[in-house]
Structures are given as structure tokens and as C-alpha cells.
């Protein structure tokens, strides 16, 4: 039971090319995000899924897109990197029905991207 | 608005000795739940305790205990016989109903050093 992957760990980008990040799980939750930590910010909400096929934007969404094809992989896209999205990407699931939204959600190790 | 306040950007405790990190929130949801998470410097999110809206007791797991006070709507974590291994930011976060899509909203974090 690996929990929540993601790859890469590091990744360094030019200004204006694309990228996915990946982020798998195996505990079959249904509910899966993207947040960002920048200095001083604290985690923010990029998108989240409350199941396959089902996705949608949190508080900063601008320059990511998200698919949610199977339970398990919820990969984000960044379709033209700039500097500003240089930041720590931390992807994370939990059970999103019922009494089991009092459960945590369980985080990756996080993806270090810099956008040059 | 911010949901989540922690007032407090850096503490220092002791060793052995106990400490209190501040969060308060902001929701006029009447079913929520509040975290905690631990981040040390590896970078990883760590859970720490959990407490529901409608929780009657204070949540307490080992050395981790949250004062909940509902109608000053504070969540504070205490952590009681400090450890050197405690030294870590600390984010308190909250989770409103279905409609927020169950994301966790965070405060921007405590930075905790225990010192020897």
C-alpha cells in the first residue's frame, strides 16, 4: 500500500513550456486535489475531484488543468509554465461520502517545480 | 476572506514542556471538521488530529490535544511534553460541507522550534 505517489520530485521549466504532474493512489478514495504552498501562503486549493470524470477549480486554477479519468491517477497540467507557478505541489486524496468526509486527507510527498 | 487565522508565524518551547498553537476560523457551516498537520523540514504533510463541529469532547491523540471552543470558534492545538522532533511548521486547517467539494482550507502556519 504506497498511499499517494507523485512524480516528479523536482522538475525545472522554461517559461512558456508544458508539463504533467502525476499523483497516484491505491486506497481507492474518492476524493482527490491539488493544492500549492508558496512561502508564507499556506496550501491553496488548485482543482479537486469527488470521483472519476468529476472535477473542478478551487481557488487558484488559473494555468492548470486537471482529468480525472480513473479512481486511482489525477494527473495536473500545466499548459504554458510561468514564473509565478513556481511553487511546491502537494496532490492528496481522501473517502469523500458520508461520515468518511470527517477523515483526513492523505498528502504526497509533494513535486518541487521551478519555472525559470 | 481568510477561513483560517493562526496568529502565530514562529514559537519556542522547551523541551519537556508543553505548548498551545492558535487557529481560529471562519465558517457558517453548521457541519465542519478542523486538522492539524505537521510539516517538518523533509517536506511532507503529515496528519496529526482531527475534530468534527459536533464533536462534544476535545479530540486528544498521544501528545496532541485540540481546545475546541465552537462559540469563540477556536481550534487550538496543544502539544504537551515537547520533543526536539516537534520542531516543525504547523497548519491548521478546516473542511466544510458538500458544497465546498470537501477541500481543506489552511492557515498559513505556525513555525515551532523546541529547543534543548
Known amino acids: 500500500n504506497a498511499g499517494v505517489t507523485q512524480t516528479p520530485k523536482f522538475q525545472v521549466l522554461k517559461t512558456g513550456q508544458s508539463m504533467t504532474l502525476q499523483c497516484a493512489q491505491d486506497m481507492n478514495h474518492e476524493y482527490m486535489s491539488w493544492y500549492r504552498q508558496d512561502p508564507g501562503m499556506g496550501l491553496r486549493l488548485i482543482h479537486y475531484?469527488?470521483?472519476?470524470?468529476?472535477?473542478d477549480q478551487g481557488e487558484v486554477p488559473n494555468g492548470y488543468n486537471v482529468s480525472r479519468s480513473t479512481t486511482e491517477d489525477f494527473p495536473l497540467r500545466l499548459l504554458s509554465a510561468a514564473p509565478s507557478q513556481t511553487s511546491v505541489y502537494f496532490c492528496?486524496?481522501?473517502?469523500?461520502?458520508?461520515?468518511?468526509?470527517?477523515?483526513?486527507?492523505?498528502f504526497g510527498p509533494g513535486t518541487r517545480l521551478t519555472v525559470l | 476572506a481568510q477561513k483560517i487565522t493562526q496568529t502565530q508565524p514562529g514559537m519556542f518551547v522547551q523541551e519537556k514542556e508543553a505548548v498551545t498553537l492558535d487557529c481560529t476560523y471562519d465558517?457558517?457551516?453548521?457541519?465542519?471538521?478542523l486538522f492539524w498537520y505537521k510539516q517538518p523540514s523533509s517536506g511532507e504533510m503529515i496528519f496529526l488530529i482531527y475534530q468534527g463541529s459536533y464533536d462534544q469532547q476535545n479530540a486528544t491523540e498521544g501528545r496532541y490535544s485540540l481546545n475546541f471552543q465552537k462559540a469563540r470558534k477556536s481550534a487550538n492545538l496543544v502539544i504537551s511534553a515537547s520533543q526536539l522532533g516537534d520542531s516543525a511548521m504547523y497548519f491548521c486547517?478546516?473542511?466544510?460541507?458538500?458544497?465546498?467539494?470537501?477541500?481543506?482550507?489552511f492557515g498559513k502556519g505556525t513555525s515551532l522550534l523546541v529547543t534543548p
Open positions: 465558517t457558517s457551516d453548521p457541519s465542519y471538521g
Open positions: 492528496a486524496s481522501s473517502p469523500a461520502s458520508g461520515l468518511e468526509r470527517a477523515k483526513p486527507q492523505y
Open positions: 475531484s469527488v470521483g472519476a470524470g468529476i472535477t
Open positions: 486547517a478546516m473542511r466544510e460541507g458538500r458544497n465546498s467539494g470537501y477541500a481543506l482550507n
